[in-house]
């Protein structure tokens, strides 16, 4: 249903220039307004923290209530969700530079790990020796990646329970483009899977089974992936699920 709507929006645009200009000049006042809308209210969330440390400095007591925690953990969830949402409307902008990535997906697997220690998951990154000659000097935006690689790490983690693990790969594909390899970034975990009907949303704008989601982590890096003229596809199944990243190493301007 979804797809055909979309088919139809895109005749009508294509139809009527005038339209079409229309259209997308709302769709920038919308981004624009919920940017601005999320950036406000972070800067109110800020405000509320830093209340809540000073009244946590002067009456130690509070500590002692189980939900004085839980209140700076829903304000950082809702902090994320904000970021979530403000990124996913400022992805145009990508700023590729030449860089060494295998430090970029070190670096951002060691962060998840006192969160996976905590929850007693394992954590995993491997780097095949192949890929290293494409990957420390690969033309991408850092920060964008980053973000990719926080989601897709952050999915896993959610899915995962106590004992089960997480890898986090780079490696070289020869298969999915004919005229270079491409560096194939992978996440996988053993948590629990997806099923063929949520299969078919993941990558839906808001499409979330979570109670606090917002649905735009995987939205999220496909639009990355794809600003770096990469692929993305997920598979799933009882034993793994994992979401593979192919980053061309044939890199056009
Ligand atoms: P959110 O995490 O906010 O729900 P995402 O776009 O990141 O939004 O993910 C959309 C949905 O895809 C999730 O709600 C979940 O149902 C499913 N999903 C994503 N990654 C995984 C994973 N590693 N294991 C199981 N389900 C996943
Ligand atoms: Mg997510």
Not at 94 to 103: C, E, L, Q
Not at 200 to 219: A, H, R
């Amino acid at each position: 249903m979804k797809e055909e709507e979309d088919e139809r929006i895109k005749q009508l645009l294509s139809e009527n220039e005038e339209f079409a200009a229309a259209i997308s000049q709302i769709k920038e006042d919308n981004q624009l307004a919920i940017s601005k809308m999320s950036h406000e209210i972070r800067n109110m969330i800020t405000l509320v923290k830093s209340s809540l440390q000073i009244i946590e400095t002067r009456h130690p007591e509070v500590k002692d209530f189980a939900l004085w925690e839980q209140i700076g953990e829903d304000l950082n969830t809702t902090n994320e969700m904000l970021m979530q949402y403000s990124t996913y409307n400022n992805l145009l902008k990508v700023n590729k530079k030449s860089g060494d990535i295998i430090t970029l997906i070190e670096n951002t697997a060691e962060s998840f790990r006192p969160q996976c220690e905590q929850r007693g998951i394992g954590l995993f990154v491997s780097i095949a020796a192949e890929a290293r000659k494409y990957a420390s000097h690969y033309e991408f935006d850092k920060i964008r990646m980053k973000q990719a690689l926080i989601n897709l790490i952050k999915n896993a983690m959610e899915a995962c329970s106590r004992n089960d693990e997480i890898t986090v790969s780079l490696s070289l594909d020869h298969e999915k483009l004919a005229d270079s390899p491409s560096l194939l970034l992978q996440v996988s975990d053993n948590g629990y899977s997806i099923n063929k009907e949520i299969m078919k949303k993941l990558f839906e704008p808001y499409f979330t089974t979570k109670d606090t989601g917002t649905g735009l982590g995987l939205s999220i890096v496909k639009k990355i992936i794809y600003s770096h003229g990469g692929d993305i596809s997920v598979e799933s199944d009882d034993a793994v699920t994992k979401v593979s990243c192919y980053l061309p190493t044939k890199q056009h301007a």
